[in-house]
Protein backbone atom coordinates (compact mmCIF):
# COMPACT_ATOMS: atom_id res chain seq x y z
CA UNK A 1 0.00 0.00 0.00
CA UNK A 2 1.71 3.23 -1.00
CA UNK A 3 2.31 5.79 1.67
CA UNK A 4 0.28 8.66 2.44
CA UNK A 5 2.02 12.06 2.48
CA UNK A 6 0.85 14.70 4.86
CA UNK A 7 1.70 17.48 1.90
CA UNK A 8 4.23 18.46 -0.65
CA UNK A 9 7.86 18.72 0.41
CA UNK A 10 9.45 22.53 0.49
CA UNK A 11 12.58 23.01 -0.41
CA UNK A 12 13.47 24.92 2.08
CA UNK A 13 11.57 22.54 5.03
CA UNK A 14 14.23 20.96 7.50
CA UNK A 15 15.66 17.89 6.72
CA UNK A 16 13.41 15.12 8.54
CA UNK A 17 9.88 16.44 7.06
CA UNK A 18 12.07 16.26 4.03
CA UNK A 19 12.95 12.65 4.33
CA UNK A 20 9.52 11.68 6.15
CA UNK A 21 8.27 13.77 2.91
CA UNK A 22 5.44 15.70 5.04
CA UNK A 23 5.36 19.16 4.49
CA UNK A 24 7.46 21.73 7.13
CA UNK A 25 5.95 24.43 8.33
CA UNK A 26 9.22 25.97 8.47
CA UNK A 27 9.13 27.30 12.40
CA UNK A 28 11.73 27.40 14.24
CA UNK A 29 13.97 26.83 15.84
CA UNK A 30 11.75 23.69 15.69
CA UNK A 31 9.08 23.02 13.07
CA UNK A 32 5.73 22.17 13.81
CA UNK A 33 5.59 18.44 12.36
CA UNK A 34 9.38 17.57 13.85
CA UNK A 35 7.78 19.36 17.83
CA UNK A 36 4.46 17.05 17.46
CA UNK A 37 6.71 13.58 16.76
CA UNK A 38 9.31 14.89 19.06
CA UNK A 39 11.93 14.30 16.11
CA UNK A 40 15.50 16.03 15.91
CA UNK A 41 14.99 18.99 13.69
CA UNK A 42 17.63 20.30 11.25
CA UNK A 43 16.84 23.64 12.08
CA UNK A 44 18.07 23.43 15.92
CA UNK A 45 21.21 23.11 13.64
CA UNK A 46 21.29 26.35 12.01
CA UNK A 47 22.42 28.13 14.66
CA UNK A 48 25.87 26.54 15.05
CA UNK A 49 27.85 24.78 17.94
CA UNK A 50 28.46 27.96 20.00
CA UNK A 51 24.62 27.95 20.35
CA UNK A 52 24.21 24.57 21.37
CA UNK A 53 26.32 22.72 24.11
CA UNK A 54 25.56 19.35 22.99
CA UNK A 55 28.06 19.76 19.87
CA UNK A 56 30.76 21.49 22.07
CA UNK A 57 31.99 17.92 22.80
CA UNK A 58 32.77 17.35 19.03
CA UNK A 59 35.10 20.20 19.17
CA UNK A 60 38.90 19.51 20.26
CA UNK A 61 39.43 19.66 23.54
CA UNK A 62 42.71 22.22 24.70
CA UNK A 63 43.08 19.97 27.85
CA UNK A 64 43.92 16.70 25.25
CA UNK A 65 45.84 19.32 22.61
CA UNK A 66 47.80 20.25 25.50
CA UNK A 67 48.95 16.92 27.00
CA UNK A 68 49.82 15.82 23.61
CA UNK A 69 52.71 18.55 23.18
CA UNK A 70 56.39 18.66 24.34
CA UNK A 71 56.23 21.08 27.54
CA UNK A 72 57.92 24.81 26.57
CA UNK A 73 60.87 25.51 28.86
CA UNK A 74 59.97 29.32 28.87
CA UNK A 75 57.86 31.08 31.26
CA UNK A 76 54.56 30.06 29.23
CA UNK A 77 54.22 26.74 30.34
CA UNK A 78 51.19 25.65 32.46
CA UNK A 79 49.86 29.21 31.70
CA UNK A 80 46.43 27.72 30.33
CA UNK A 81 45.82 25.66 32.88
CA UNK A 82 46.61 29.02 34.96
CA UNK A 83 44.20 30.49 33.19
CA UNK A 84 42.11 27.96 34.12
CA UNK A 85 41.99 27.22 37.89
CA UNK A 86 42.19 30.99 38.28
CA UNK A 87 39.72 33.80 37.31
CA UNK A 88 42.14 36.49 38.15
CA UNK A 89 44.35 37.97 35.07
CA UNK A 90 47.68 36.34 33.85
CA UNK A 91 50.40 38.40 32.55
CA UNK A 92 49.54 36.50 29.59
CA UNK A 93 46.00 37.76 29.93
CA UNK A 94 47.31 41.26 30.23
CA UNK A 95 49.16 41.01 27.33
CA UNK A 96 46.55 39.31 24.95
CA UNK A 97 44.06 42.00 26.27
CA UNK A 98 46.46 45.22 25.22
CA UNK A 99 47.05 43.69 22.06
CA UNK A 100 43.61 43.30 21.10
CA UNK A 101 42.83 47.00 22.21
CA UNK A 102 46.17 48.26 20.14
CA UNK A 103 45.58 46.16 16.94
CA UNK A 104 43.12 43.10 17.06
CA UNK A 105 40.42 45.57 17.33
CA UNK A 106 41.35 47.50 14.27
CA UNK A 107 40.74 44.22 11.79
CA UNK A 108 37.37 43.80 12.63
CA UNK A 109 35.81 46.15 10.78
CA UNK A 110 36.70 49.21 8.07
CA UNK A 111 34.85 51.94 9.96
CA UNK A 112 36.74 54.16 12.86
CA UNK A 113 34.25 54.21 15.06
CA UNK A 114 33.57 50.68 15.11
CA UNK A 115 37.02 50.58 15.89
CA UNK A 116 36.99 52.74 18.70
CA UNK A 117 33.86 50.74 20.14
CA UNK A 118 35.46 47.51 19.93
CA UNK A 119 38.74 48.97 21.69
CA UNK A 120 36.70 50.73 24.50
CA UNK A 121 33.08 49.76 24.49
CA UNK A 122 33.40 46.25 24.23
CA UNK A 123 36.27 45.47 26.32
CA UNK A 124 34.46 47.91 29.47
CA UNK A 125 31.23 45.90 28.76
CA UNK A 126 33.86 42.68 29.04
CA UNK A 127 34.96 43.67 32.83
CA UNK A 128 31.09 42.90 33.52
CA UNK A 129 30.51 39.49 31.44
CA UNK A 130 33.59 37.68 31.58
CA UNK A 131 32.70 34.90 28.78
CA UNK A 132 32.87 38.62 26.35
CA UNK A 133 36.30 39.03 28.01
CA UNK A 134 37.39 35.55 27.59
CA UNK A 135 36.37 35.32 24.09
CA UNK A 136 38.00 38.86 23.81
CA UNK A 137 41.36 37.57 24.89
CA UNK A 138 40.57 34.00 21.96
CA UNK A 139 40.60 35.93 19.49
CA UNK A 140 43.60 38.40 20.52
CA UNK A 141 45.54 34.70 20.89
CA UNK A 142 44.51 33.39 17.60
CA UNK A 143 45.61 36.88 15.96
CA UNK A 144 49.16 36.60 18.31
CA UNK A 145 49.34 33.03 16.53
CA UNK A 146 48.73 34.31 12.65
CA UNK A 147 51.79 37.28 13.44
CA UNK A 148 53.93 34.93 15.23
CA UNK A 149 54.56 31.64 13.12
CA UNK A 150 57.04 30.42 15.63
CA UNK A 151 55.10 30.62 18.36
CA UNK A 152 51.37 30.15 16.48
CA UNK A 153 51.28 26.77 18.01
CA UNK A 154 51.18 27.86 21.55
CA UNK A 155 48.76 30.86 20.73
CA UNK A 156 46.48 28.17 19.21
CA UNK A 157 46.33 26.37 21.98
CA UNK A 158 45.66 29.43 24.47
CA UNK A 159 42.88 30.59 22.04
CA UNK A 160 41.06 27.45 22.66
CA UNK A 161 40.99 27.06 26.29
CA UNK A 162 39.86 31.20 26.29
CA UNK A 163 37.37 30.26 23.94
CA UNK A 164 35.96 26.87 25.99
CA UNK A 165 36.24 28.77 29.01
CA UNK A 166 33.73 31.46 27.42
CA UNK A 167 31.43 28.91 25.66
CA UNK A 168 29.61 27.46 28.55
CA UNK A 169 28.67 30.80 30.27
CA UNK A 170 27.51 32.02 27.06
CA UNK A 171 25.18 29.38 26.36
CA UNK A 172 23.71 29.83 29.71
CA UNK A 173 23.23 33.93 29.16
CA UNK A 174 21.88 32.88 25.63
CA UNK A 175 18.80 30.77 27.42
CA UNK A 176 17.82 34.82 29.37
CA UNK A 177 18.43 37.39 27.34
CA UNK A 178 18.50 40.61 29.76
CA UNK A 179 19.23 44.54 29.25
CA UNK A 180 22.32 43.33 31.50
CA UNK A 181 23.72 40.83 29.39
CA UNK A 182 22.34 41.76 25.49
CA UNK A 183 25.18 43.97 24.36
CA UNK A 184 28.11 41.15 26.04
CA UNK A 185 25.55 38.54 24.27
CA UNK A 186 25.70 40.29 21.08
CA UNK A 187 29.50 41.20 20.56
CA UNK A 188 30.42 37.87 21.76
CA UNK A 189 28.51 36.66 18.92
CA UNK A 190 30.68 39.03 16.57
CA UNK A 191 33.52 37.69 17.75
CA UNK A 192 32.43 33.90 16.60
CA UNK A 193 32.15 35.00 13.06
CA UNK A 194 35.92 36.29 12.99
CA UNK A 195 37.35 33.11 15.29
CA UNK A 196 35.82 30.32 13.32
CA UNK A 197 37.87 31.14 10.21
CA UNK A 198 40.40 32.49 12.04
CA UNK A 199 41.14 28.90 13.60
CA UNK A 200 41.06 27.26 10.71
CA UNK A 201 43.78 24.79 9.80
CA UNK A 202 45.60 25.44 13.13
CA UNK A 203 46.49 22.70 15.73
CA UNK A 204 43.23 23.48 17.21
CA UNK A 205 41.27 23.03 14.19
CA UNK A 206 43.94 21.23 12.05
CA UNK A 207 41.83 19.19 9.66
CA UNK A 208 39.19 22.43 9.04
CA UNK A 209 41.05 23.85 6.34
CA UNK A 210 38.59 26.41 5.84
CA UNK A 211 36.08 25.77 2.64
CA UNK A 212 39.13 23.63 1.05
CA UNK A 213 37.35 20.88 0.53
CA UNK A 214 34.20 20.40 2.53
CA UNK A 215 31.85 23.23 1.23
CA UNK A 216 28.63 22.50 2.78
CA UNK A 217 30.30 21.69 6.30
CA UNK A 218 32.51 25.04 6.51
CA UNK A 219 30.65 27.97 4.33
CA UNK A 220 27.12 26.78 6.27
CA UNK A 221 28.26 26.78 9.15
CA UNK A 222 29.94 29.85 9.01
CA UNK A 223 26.84 31.50 7.29
CA UNK A 224 24.96 30.12 10.01
CA UNK A 225 27.26 32.14 12.85
CA UNK A 226 25.85 34.91 11.49
CA UNK A 227 22.54 34.14 11.03
CA UNK A 228 22.64 33.26 14.94
CA UNK A 229 24.17 37.09 15.60
CA UNK A 230 21.09 38.10 12.87
CA UNK A 231 18.80 36.16 15.48
CA UNK A 232 19.89 38.07 18.54
CA UNK A 233 19.82 41.45 16.95
CA UNK A 234 15.83 40.31 15.67
CA UNK A 235 14.64 39.50 19.10
CA UNK A 236 16.38 42.39 20.74
CA UNK A 237 17.18 44.79 18.20
CA UNK A 238 15.30 47.12 20.58
CA UNK A 239 17.54 47.27 22.83
CA UNK A 240 20.66 46.48 21.16
CA UNK A 241 20.40 49.18 18.65
CA UNK A 242 20.04 51.95 21.71
CA UNK A 243 22.90 50.53 23.13
CA UNK A 244 26.60 50.90 23.68
CA UNK A 245 27.68 48.76 20.85
CA UNK A 246 24.85 50.25 18.43
CA UNK A 247 28.08 51.67 16.48
CA UNK A 248 28.96 48.07 15.83
CA UNK A 249 25.30 47.50 14.67
CA UNK A 250 24.50 50.29 12.31
CA UNK A 251 27.87 51.04 10.59
CA UNK A 252 28.87 47.13 10.13
CA UNK A 253 25.38 45.58 9.88
CA UNK A 254 22.07 46.88 8.92
CA UNK A 255 22.72 50.64 8.06
CA UNK A 256 19.47 51.80 6.41
CA UNK A 257 22.75 53.46 3.76
CA UNK A 258 24.08 50.58 3.03
CA UNK A 259 20.74 48.00 2.71
CA UNK A 260 17.96 49.97 2.10
CA UNK A 261 16.04 48.22 -0.79
CA UNK A 262 14.91 51.15 -2.85
CA UNK A 263 16.39 50.29 -6.16
CA UNK A 264 16.45 46.62 -7.20
CA UNK A 265 17.48 47.13 -10.60
CA UNK A 266 19.73 49.79 -10.11
CA UNK A 267 23.70 48.48 -10.11
CA UNK A 268 25.05 52.05 -10.69
CA UNK A 269 28.68 51.55 -10.99
CA UNK A 270 29.38 50.14 -14.89
CA UNK A 271 32.09 48.45 -13.57
CA UNK A 272 29.38 46.07 -11.98
CA UNK A 273 27.61 45.45 -15.09
CA UNK A 274 27.70 41.82 -14.78
CA UNK A 275 25.57 42.27 -11.66
CA UNK A 276 23.46 44.31 -13.21
CA UNK A 277 23.24 41.80 -16.37
CA UNK A 278 22.81 39.22 -13.98
CA UNK A 279 19.57 40.99 -12.69
CA UNK A 280 18.48 42.18 -15.97
CA UNK A 281 18.04 37.92 -17.27
CA UNK A 282 17.18 36.40 -13.84
CA UNK A 283 13.67 36.12 -14.71
CA UNK A 284 14.16 35.27 -18.41
CA UNK A 285 16.95 34.02 -19.64
CA UNK A 286 18.85 31.74 -16.55
CA UNK A 287 18.50 28.42 -17.09
CA UNK A 288 19.50 27.23 -13.43
CA UNK A 289 16.47 29.67 -11.73
CA UNK A 290 13.64 27.66 -9.94
CA UNK A 291 9.99 27.27 -10.53
CA UNK A 292 9.61 26.85 -6.87
CA UNK A 293 7.97 30.49 -5.76
CA UNK A 294 9.92 29.79 -1.96
CA UNK A 295 13.04 29.37 -3.19
CA UNK A 296 12.46 32.34 -6.22
CA UNK A 297 11.34 34.47 -2.99
CA UNK A 298 14.33 34.07 -0.70
CA UNK A 299 17.08 34.19 -3.91
CA UNK A 300 15.77 37.48 -5.32
CA UNK A 301 15.42 38.82 -1.89
CA UNK A 302 19.34 37.80 -1.51
CA UNK A 303 20.37 39.55 -5.17
CA UNK A 304 18.15 42.55 -4.17
CA UNK A 305 20.07 42.84 -1.06
CA UNK A 306 23.52 42.59 -2.85
CA UNK A 307 22.71 44.97 -5.45
CA UNK A 308 21.73 47.60 -2.95
CA UNK A 309 25.37 46.83 -1.41
CA UNK A 310 27.00 47.53 -4.38
CA UNK A 311 24.97 50.54 -4.99
CA UNK A 312 26.44 51.34 -1.60
CA UNK A 313 29.84 50.55 -2.25
CA UNK A 314 29.75 52.58 -5.69
CA UNK A 315 28.25 55.93 -3.37
CA UNK A 316 31.06 55.96 -1.07
CA UNK A 317 33.48 55.81 -3.59
CA UNK A 318 32.25 58.64 -5.26
CA UNK A 319 31.28 60.59 -2.00
CA UNK A 320 34.97 59.86 -1.12
CA UNK A 321 37.08 60.36 -3.71
CA UNK A 322 40.58 62.31 -2.73
CA UNK A 323 40.00 60.91 0.86
CA UNK A 324 42.36 58.19 2.20
CA UNK A 325 40.92 54.70 2.38
CA UNK A 326 40.81 53.12 5.26
CA UNK A 327 43.70 50.70 4.48
CA UNK A 328 45.69 53.94 4.43
CA UNK A 329 44.79 55.37 7.81
CA UNK A 330 45.25 52.07 9.73
CA UNK A 331 48.90 51.39 7.77
CA UNK A 332 49.70 55.27 9.13
CA UNK A 333 49.09 53.65 12.56
CA UNK A 334 49.77 50.16 12.51
CA UNK A 335 53.81 48.44 12.87
CA UNK A 336 54.91 47.06 9.41
CA UNK A 337 53.81 43.69 10.04
CA UNK A 338 50.14 44.42 10.70
CA UNK A 339 49.96 46.28 7.36
CA UNK A 340 46.80 45.69 5.20
CA UNK A 341 46.35 46.15 1.41
CA UNK A 342 44.68 48.64 0.04
CA UNK A 343 40.89 48.85 -1.36
CA UNK A 344 38.98 51.39 -2.79
CA UNK A 345 38.50 54.77 -1.49
CA UNK A 346 36.16 55.72 0.96
CA UNK A 347 33.90 52.25 0.15
CA UNK A 348 33.24 50.60 3.63
CA UNK A 349 33.01 46.81 2.04
CA UNK A 350 33.75 44.91 4.55
CA UNK A 351 30.70 46.64 6.57
CA UNK A 352 28.32 45.64 3.23
CA UNK A 353 29.47 42.64 3.12
CA UNK A 354 28.58 41.11 6.53
CA UNK A 355 25.48 43.49 6.26
CA UNK A 356 24.70 40.86 3.63
CA UNK A 357 25.28 37.96 5.48
CA UNK A 358 23.73 39.38 8.46
CA UNK A 359 20.09 40.33 6.29
CA UNK A 360 20.28 37.28 3.47
CA UNK A 361 16.93 35.20 4.29
CA UNK A 362 17.79 32.02 6.85
CA UNK A 363 16.75 29.70 3.64
CA UNK A 364 19.34 30.70 1.58
CA UNK A 365 22.07 29.36 3.92
CA UNK A 366 19.33 26.02 3.58
CA UNK A 367 19.73 26.56 -0.12
CA UNK A 368 23.44 26.64 -0.34
CA UNK A 369 23.66 23.69 1.50
CA UNK A 370 21.31 22.00 -1.40
CA UNK A 371 23.86 22.83 -3.91
CA UNK A 372 20.53 24.71 -5.59
CA UNK A 373 22.43 26.78 -8.94
CA UNK A 374 20.43 29.95 -8.36
CA UNK A 375 22.15 30.52 -4.38
CA UNK A 376 25.24 29.34 -5.75
CA UNK A 377 25.67 31.92 -8.81
CA UNK A 378 24.49 35.01 -6.32
CA UNK A 379 27.16 33.45 -4.10
CA UNK A 380 29.39 33.61 -6.10
CA UNK A 381 28.81 37.31 -6.84
CA UNK A 382 28.68 38.40 -3.19
CA UNK A 383 32.61 36.95 -3.17
CA UNK A 384 33.04 40.04 -5.50
CA UNK A 385 32.03 42.46 -2.92
CA UNK A 386 33.70 40.97 0.05
CA UNK A 387 37.17 40.40 -2.19
CA UNK A 388 37.24 44.59 -2.39
CA UNK A 389 37.20 44.28 1.64
CA UNK A 390 40.25 44.86 3.37
CA UNK A 391 42.74 41.81 3.67
CA UNK A 392 42.51 40.93 7.32
CA UNK A 393 44.48 38.11 9.04
CA UNK A 394 41.07 36.51 9.63
CA UNK A 395 39.08 37.12 6.04
CA UNK A 396 42.17 36.84 3.51
CA UNK A 397 41.37 33.34 1.98
CA UNK A 398 37.64 33.92 2.13
CA UNK A 399 36.54 35.28 -1.73
CA UNK A 400 38.87 32.92 -3.46
CA UNK A 401 37.56 29.64 -1.65
CA UNK A 402 34.13 30.72 -1.94
CA UNK A 403 34.41 31.20 -5.75
CA UNK A 404 36.25 28.09 -6.21
CA UNK A 405 33.63 26.36 -3.84
CA UNK A 406 31.11 27.62 -6.08
CA UNK A 407 32.88 26.42 -9.32
CA UNK A 408 32.97 22.91 -8.27
CA UNK A 409 29.68 22.02 -7.06
CA UNK A 410 27.36 24.65 -9.80
CA UNK A 411 26.54 22.53 -12.54
CA UNK A 412 27.93 23.37 -15.97
CA UNK A 413 25.88 24.90 -17.95
CA UNK A 414 25.94 27.58 -15.24
CA UNK A 415 29.13 28.18 -15.25
CA UNK A 416 28.60 31.11 -17.46
CA UNK A 417 27.32 32.98 -14.71
CA UNK A 418 30.32 32.84 -12.70
CA UNK A 419 32.80 33.98 -15.30
CA UNK A 420 32.92 37.23 -13.98
CA UNK A 421 33.01 36.29 -10.28
CA UNK A 422 36.06 34.06 -11.36
CA UNK A 423 38.05 36.95 -13.15
CA UNK A 424 37.14 39.72 -10.78
CA UNK A 425 38.20 37.70 -7.47
CA UNK A 426 40.67 34.32 -8.76
CA UNK A 427 42.42 37.01 -10.79
CA UNK A 428 45.91 35.48 -12.11
CA UNK A 429 44.01 31.69 -11.29
CA UNK A 430 41.70 32.47 -14.10
CA UNK A 431 42.57 30.87 -16.91
CA UNK A 432 43.54 27.72 -14.70
CA UNK A 433 40.12 27.78 -13.52
CA UNK A 434 38.80 27.63 -16.77
CA UNK A 435 39.35 23.81 -17.31
CA UNK A 436 35.67 23.21 -15.80
CA UNK A 437 34.00 26.26 -17.25
Not at 210 to 225: H, T
Not at 249 to 278: A, F, M, Q
Request: charged content about 25%; overall charge neutral.
Amino acid sequence: MPRITLGQKSRTGCRECKTRKVKCDEQRPICGSCSKFNKRCSFLRTTPYLWNSGLSNQQTKPEKVISSQKPRKDARKGSSKQAKDNPDFTLEDMRLLHHFTSSTSKTLSDDPEAHETWATTVVQIAFTQSFLLQGILALAALHMASLKPDEKEYFSILAASKQDAALKDFRHQLENITTQNCDAIFAFSFLAEYYIPASAGTVINPAATFMDDDFFGAIVDWLRLHQGTSDIYKRKGHWIRNGPVAPLLWRDITSERCLSPTRKHDVGDSRNYPLYDLVSKWDTDIACTSSDAQEEKINSRALELLVEAFNSSSEGSEANAGRMSVSELLNDTLPPEYEISPISKGSNYLSLSLGWLFEIPFGFVELLEQRRPAALIIFAYFAVLFQNAPRFWWNEPIPAKIVKAVAAVLPRECHRWIEWPIREVLGDDYYAMRGII
